[in-house]
């Protein structure tokens, strides 16, 4: 006989992740999937090589809590050639078993209960989750619903004593877009007699395109000097599922951020940090990376060009948002099922990404795909 246990959940109205409905769905109905952010496409060669030569050279066990040091002096060096702002090797930067886990791991370390965190939306799922699962009250700030740029005033405006932390997402997912450097400005000057932590989101660091900038908080010194910056190897270099990534910070919060992310993780693979760090040598591995992805969106948008669907170009990620206004007055949720069950193409609703669920008329499309993949997307896209 089973025991008679309350659970108690501490997050009784969460609900299954869109991803995972999504994804069974797809499955169930042999769909194109271009809703989740993985490409379909292999890693290169030469960093399963030097991954497969790591574990073969023994490097099998514990690494050290914060990563090997030369990965670390590796992303330190990248960053200062990048941005011009150098992180201490030794105790700015950690290793992390992916973007996602350093930003719960950061949330965490720094949300209490009754702190307030200002969220722009639409935004990745997992900030939401993680601030309430820390006792943290969502402040929810629209981004421009014209072409998602950080409403400034709004931020000033949400702003109050009890707020603890402010989350950004740059190149932006779900939009495509990148803030640019005015608005990176701006934020600076609001914040700049506050105490508030910045938590960066900054996974498609290297994806922009049309010769635009990444404008990471590591070039704004006073943002720099209150800000976590989280990142991914994994969405660089088409290995999602290895689940390695980085977060870098001045000393003092990635003292306290290191607090959490011993006893949660510890350590990240140990192997897989010795291929990685000989595989960052030759810069063109992560400088080519917007090129190649550009490729993949024009070569996706220039195919569904006949279509009635309405866009922007995304401006970096791997994801383009489309307009269904012309076509349908459904919910996104429902034109998503309706999608896939109907035309086997699934997507991605982005009302899931707002607070408030908000009512829109946009879809999201990963492009980090094959071109065959692409080509029967398009075909179904442009019969709708």
């Known amino acids: 006989m089973l025991p008679d246990i309350t659970t108690n959940s501490k997050m009784p109205n969460l609900k299954t992740t869109i991803f995972t409905i999504v994804n069974e769905l797809a499955r169930a109905h042999d769909a194109v999937n271009l809703s989740q952010g993985f490409p379909d496409f292999d890693a290169s060669p030469e960093l399963l090589s030097q991954v497969s030569k790591a574990m073969q050279s023994g490097h099998n066990q514990y690494a050290p809590m914060r990563g090997i040091l030369s990965l670390r002096e590796t992303i330190a060096a990248t960053i200062e050639n990048l941005h011009g702002h150098r992180y201490n090797p030794e105790s700015e930067i950690t290793i992390t078993a992916g973007a996602t886990q350093g930003i719960f791991t950061a949330i965490s370390a720094f949300v209490k209960k009754g702190d307030e965190v200002i969220v722009l939306t639409p935004a990745y799922d997992s900030y939401i989750p993680a601030i309430n699962l820390n006792g943290g009250v969502v402040v929810p700030v629209a981004l421009s619903s014209e072409d998602f740029a950080m409403d400034i005033e709004g931020i000033k405006e949400a702003i109050s004593p009890k707020t603890r932390m402010l989350i950004i997402n740059t190149p932006h997912n779900p939009s495509g877009r990148i803030f640019s450097k005015n608005q990176m400005q701006l934020l600076q000057e609001v914040l700049r007699t506050t105490d508030i932590i910045v938590l960066s989101d900054e996974v498609y660091e290297h994806i922009v395109f049309d010769g635009k900038t990444h404008q990471s908080v590591a070039k704004f010194e006073n943002l ?9 190897f994994g969405k660089t270099f088409h290995v999602t599922g290895w689940k390695i990534g980085y977060c870098v910070g001045p000393k003092y919060l990635i003292d306290e951020f290191n607090k959490v992310h011993q006893y949660n993780v510890f350590c990240v693979n140990h192997p897989i940090q010795k291929g990685l760090n000989a595989y960052l040598q030759e810069a063109t591995t992560y400088l080519n990376l917007g090129s190649f992805y550009q490729k993949k969106r024009d070569y996706f948008l220039k195919a569904i060009g006949p279509s009635r669907f309405k866009f922007a170009p995304s401006e970096g990620t791997f994801f383009q948002l489309l307009d269904y206004s012309a076509i349908t007055d459904d919910l996104d949720l429902h034109f998503v099922e309706r999608l896939i069950k109907q035309h ?14 908000l009512k829109n008329k946009y879809l999201r499309f990963c492009f980090a795909k094959s071109n065959e993949t692409l080509d029967k997307a398009a075909a179904i896209i442009n019969k709708i």
């Open 224 to 232: 720099a000097s209150r800000s976590i910056i989280c990142s991914s």
């Open 344 to 357: 086997k193409l699934a997507s991605i609703p982005v009302s899931v990404f707002h607070a408030n669920h």
